[in-house]
């Protein structure tokens, strides 16, 4: 890329970043009002517009933030277009290229398919790569939140047969390790059988108190089901879904016609991308996403 196509791609975005410094503010100011992590936002001001989620994730934060500081988007968004289309050209030379060679004769035949299957393999390994970084990120992310999910139903697993555990066998236990204390334990028959005739009140506690404790102890085991949230997606569309301590319960790009279904503890901070063509059921009723849409994107919070 020449100096003069370099000063090109990058002056709409150092035009957005006059445009911050020259209302004084900071990218975390920008990024309380709307929404974007500090990170995308420095990347839209250098023109790193590959490192957002998908071209059309970033057209819209793009967009939203020449908005809000009163710029006009269209020379960023023109870059954006251009630089999707010299890709094809680049495939295409590759594809032509082999073209070139001689015409094979009948005593090579074996060798004349060879161009052919390398040009093959030349293009899936240039697409195969092109898929790979371009969603590497949100397939870590979703192997990362999975990897969570199994390991809390393993623990639950673990957790469950305690609570079915019969009451009789916890008070059983103790009967059969008696003999560590059967001096102590004679002398209180011993009292109990002549003494049977006058109340006693020392030995009620002594029979009634362990039953409490094990009753309560298998309690804790049992919880009800986490609320959860259900997409339903009619296009290709990005989402983020926060619980109540701020954690990624769920970063994904969603193909059309998935249903995908999350669990956590609320309020849920969502962030949905493409959000028309979106439809959200929470607590089995669905919810408006057209009050809480900009540009596309819908940024909502659930109790």
Request: hydrophobic share 45%; glycine share 6%.
């Amino acid at each position: 890329m020449s100096e003069q196509e370099t000063e090109a791609r990058t002056s709409p975005w150092q035009t957005l970043r006059e445009a911050r410094e020259a209302r004084g503010l900071s990218l975390q100011d920008v990024s309380a009002h709307l929404k974007l992590a500090p990170r995308q936002l420095e990347a839209i001001e250098r023109g790193e517009y590959e490192r957002l989620p998908g071209l059309a994730f970033a057209r819209g934060f793009v967009r939203n933030y020449a908005r809000f500081l009163g710029v006009d988007a269209a020379a960023c968004l023109k870059i954006m277009d251009g630089a999707e289309k010299p890709a094809p050209a680049e495939v295409a030379s590759q594809m032509t290229t082999p073209s070139l060679g001689r015409m094979p004769t009948p005593g090579d035949s074996r060798y004349s398919a060879l161009p052919a299957a390398l040009v093959v393999l030349a293009i899936l390994v240039v697409l195969g790569a092109g898929w790979y970084f371009r969603w590497f990120e949100a397939r870590d992310t979703f192997e990362a939140l999975g990897s969570e999910s199994a390991v809390v139903m393993s623990e639950a697993a673990l957790v469950l047969p305690k609570a079915e555990d019969p009451t009789p066998g916890s008070i059983s236990e103790p009967l059969l390790q008696a003999p560590a204390a059967s001096a102590p334990e004679a002398s209180a028959v011993a009292v109990s059988s002549v003494s049977s005739s006058h109340p006693a009140p020392a030995a009620a506690p002594v029979v009634s108190a362990p039953a409490p404790a094990l009753v309560s102890a298998s309690v804790p085991t049992l919880s009800a089901a986490a609320p959860r949230l259900v997409f339903t997606f009619s296009g290709e569309s990005w989402v983020e879904v926060r619980d109540a301590e701020g954690r990624l319960l769920y970063s994904r790009l969603n193909q059309p016609g998935s249903v995908q279904e999350v669990q956590g503890t609320p309020p849920f901070d969502l962030v949905i991308g493409n959000a028309p063509r979106v439809k959200l059921v929470w607590r089995d009723k669905p919810v408006d996403l057209v009050s809480a849409t900009r540009g596309e994107v819908a940024r909502l919070k659930l109790q």
